[in-house]
C-alpha cells in the first residue's frame, strides 16, 4: 500500500452504476514523510477519510477486497486513515499534531 | 516474492474492518545485498515481524490471500521471515 494525502472530493453525476453512492476523493500521493509527490490518484473512500488526513491506499485488484467494495470497478481504495508513522526509531507523523490541511 | 526490510510501523483506528486486529509495517523492498529498491510500501504483516526484520513480501492480488479463510484488501502482504540467505560465490555484480 501506500500512503497519501487527501486533497480533494470528486463530484461525478455520470459515473458507472456500481460507483453510485461512492465517496471519490482526490489523493495526493506521498511518502513516509508525508510530503506530497504531486502523483495524484482518485480513490474509493471506504474509511469516512476527509481533507488533509493521511491515509493508506490499496491499488489494483486488491482494491476491491474490502467488505463494501466488491464488484465495484475501483483500483485505487482508501482502507485506513493513518494516526502515527514512526520510521527507524523516531515519529515522523502524528494526526494530532499535523497542521489543519497540511502534513507537519 | 521479494525481498524486503521492515523500517518503520503505522498505527491506524479508522480503518477496514479486514484489517482489524493486523500489523501495518513501513517495509523498505531491497536487493540481495540489502540495498533499497524504491521507495518505502505500507505493508500488512502475517508472520510476527518486527522492525529491522529482513522478509519476503508479495505485492498485487497474491497479497489478499495470506489468509485461508478470508481475504484483506492488501496489495503488499509480509509473508516469511528470512532467516538466512546464502548467495552463491560466483553470482553476477
Known amino acids: 500500500m501506500e500512503l497519501a494525502r487527501v486533497e480533494g472530493t470528486v463530484v461525478a453525476t455520470a459515473k458507472a452504476g456500481r460507483l453510485q453512492g461512492r465517496k471519490l476523493l482526490l489523493v495526493n500521493l506521498t511518502g513516509p514523510d508525508t510530503k506530497p509527490t504531486n ?6 473512500d471506504s474509511v469516512g477519510a476527509g481533507e488533509g488526513e493521511i491515509v493508506i491506499v490499496v491499488r489494483g485488484s486488491s482494491a476491491r477486497q474490502t467488505d463494501d467494495l466488491t464488484n465495484v470497478p475501483t483500483d485505487s481504495s482508501i482502507v485506513a486513515i493513518v494516526d502515527t ?3 527507524r526509531g523516531g515519529t515522523v507523523y502524528r494526526k494530532d499534531q499535523a497542521k489543519e490541511g497540511g502534513a507537519r | ?3 524486503g526490510r521492515v523500517v518503520g510501523k ?7 474492518k479486514k484489517l482489524n486486529g493486523l500489523k501495518l509495517y513501513l517495509m523498505q523492498p531491497v536487493d540481495e545485498s540489502d540495498r533499497p529498491l524504491g521507495s518505502e510500501l505500507v505493508a500488512v504483516d502475517t508472520v ?3 522492525e529491522g526484520d529482513l522478509v519476503y513480501w508479495v505485492g498485487g492480488a497474491e497479497a489478499t490471500f495470506p489468509f485461508q479463510d478470508r481475504q484483506i484488501p492488501s496489495d503488499v502482504t509480509i509473508v516469511g521471515l528470512v532467516d538466512r540467505l546464502d548467495l552463491a560465490e560466483d553470482r553476477p555484480a
Open chain 2, 10 to 16: 503505522l498505527w491506524a483506528t479508522a480503518k477496514d
Open chain 2, 48 to 50: 510476527g515481524s518486527k
Open chain 2, 1 to 3: 516474492m521479494k525481498l
Open chain 1, 39 to 44: 502523483n495524484y490518484l482518485v480513490a474509493v
Open chain 1, 85 to 87: 508513522i514512526e520510521l
